[in-house]
T-cell receptor, first 111, second 111 residues
């Protein structure tokens, strides 16, 4: 997973709390993505960005917000956490050869 | 919205056998990706297929793409236990901004 760094790796939130998942890439590429993966399921696109200052909704954006002030960073914010947001979150970046590179994931539990 | 379907969803096969995983998608795209995911881990890029008729092979895995049929296959030759994992295909939207995953195929290779 060279090039895409996510933090934190694990987090437990109480219902109604907010938090930000951080994502940073060093491939100097414009396209970045946030996905969630529920247990035993595929990945669903939450938000994506095609460059600094440009973001757009994916398949499941409700309950999340993003920003992209720099090429390197693409944080995902959860507002008013709900149990339905318990999931594994992956940040990804398009890199050399059109390959999409993934971070190691952030395991989030909302209780 | 792009739909990406894989079959089978679950596959249990004996070591030494051959099998094929299928990935169908619903709209025009000429870029398809295959990923492997081990339990509790991130996604590892296996293949990037960028044109109709593309075929790539790595070890016991071979992937192909037929853009006219909107179909990609991942063929497993003489399976070994180390291939046990979940395999995902993923497709770019034509504009390259969004990237959608299939449902995944959970492969178990039995000694």
């Amino acid at each position: 997973n060279a090039g895409v760094t996510q933090t934190p790796k694990f987090r437990i939130l109480k219902i109604g709390q907010s938090m930000t998942l951080q994502c940073a890439q060093d491939m100097n590429h414009n396209y970045m993505y946030w996905y969630r993966q529920d247990p035993g399921m595929g990945l669903k696109l939450i938000y994506y960005s095609v460059g600094a200052g440009i973001t757009d909704k994916g398949e499941v954006p409700n309950g999340y917000n993003v920003s992209r002030s720099t090429t390197e960073d693409f944080p995902l914010r959860l507002e008013l956490a709900a149990p339905s947001q318990t999931s594994v979150y992956f940040c990804a970046c398009r890199g050399p050869g059109n390959t999409i590179y993934f971070g190691e994931g952030s395991w989030l539990t909302v209780v | 919205e792009l739909k990406v379907e894989q079959n089978p969803l679950f596959l249990s096969m004996q070591e030494g056998k051959n099998y094929t995983i299928y990935c169908n998608y619903s709209t025009t795209s000429d870029r398809l990706y295959w990923y492997r995911q081990d339990p509790g881990k991130s996604l590892e890029s296996l293949f990037v297929l960028l044109s109709n008729g593309a075929v790539k092979q790595e070890g016991r895995l071979m992937a192909s793409l037929d853009t006219k049929a909107r179909l990609s296959t991942l063929h497993i030759t003489a399976a070994v236990h180390d291939l046990s994992a979940t395999y995902f295909c993923a497709v770019d939207m034509k504009d390259g901004n969004q990237f959608y995953f299939g449902t995944g195929t959970s492969l178990t290779v039995i000694p």
